[in-house]
T-cell receptor, first 115, second 114 residues
């Protein structure tokens, strides 16, 4: 069965500092990987996704993620955090072909940004 | 979240009441699904559908029913609400295909069962 682990429940960084959110997955085949962001009281917004090809994926809002098959990881990074990045971030792995839309989500990492 | 509309956004129910969460998408997506989001649990799949007339259970289907009579709509029914169903519910849709494969989420429905 597929699973996703986000080991950090809560992270606090200063504005302007770099950020890395960790995500480890377990999946039997080539994974499809996603990062979503959720602001308080809002729905989920897709930041970026990995299906195949270049293992360094660029997303919106200056985020990027790197797929490392050997480590079963898909960590999210941003070189300089802005106060508006404060939100909850979810990593997800899923089967896209066949029964599609069967994403398995991590439990989320809440990001707090201090000024 | 373009194209996936959920209603209502907020609802309070009494234990034992029934209700339906509506989900509609105007992108002609074949695949639709319902998730619930609980603190510390992430999002968990309740039911999903790969096309009109076809539904299947996800990870946490108990207490919920779904149907898919049209491509556009995928309602989620709570037949007898329980406090354990207090949660935020998200509907999602996507189109099958080798490109994009972007999953679109609705803005969520906050349900409280008292």
């Amino acid at each position: 069965a597929q699973s996703v682990t986000q080991p950090d429940i809560h992270i606090t960084v200063s504005e302007g500092a770099s950020l890395e959110l960790r995500c480890n997955y377990s999946y039997g085949a080539t994974p499809y990987l996603f990062w979503y962001v959720q602001s308080p009281g809002q729905g989920l917004q897709l930041l970026l996704k990995y299906f195949s090809g270049d293992t360094l994926v660029q997303g919106i809002k200056g985020f990027e993620a790197e797929f490392k098959r050997s480590q079963s990881s898909f960590n999210l990074r941003k070189p300089s955090v802005h106060w508006s990045d404060a939100a909850e971030y979810f990593c997800a792995v899923g089967a896209i072909e066949g029964t599609a839309s069967k994403l398995t989500f991590g439990t989320g990492t809440r990001l707090q940004v201090t000024l | 979240n373009a194209g996936v509309t959920q209603t209502p956004k907020f609802q309070v129910l009494k234990t034992g009441q029934s209700m339906t969460l509506q989900c509609a998408q105007d992108m002609n997506h074949e695949y639709m699904s319902w998730y619930r989001q609980d603190p510390g649990m992430g999002l968990r799949l309740i039911h999903y559908s790969v096309g009109a007339g076809i539904t299947d259970q996800g990870e946490v289907p108990n207490g919920y029913n779904v149907s898919r009579s049209t491509t556009e709509d995928f309602p989620l029914r709570l037949l007898s609400a329980a406090p354990s169903q207090t949660s935020v519910y998200f509907c999602a849709s996507r189109s099958p295909g080798s490109t994009g494969n972007t999953i679109y989420f609705g803005e969520g429905s906050w349900l409280t069962v008292v």
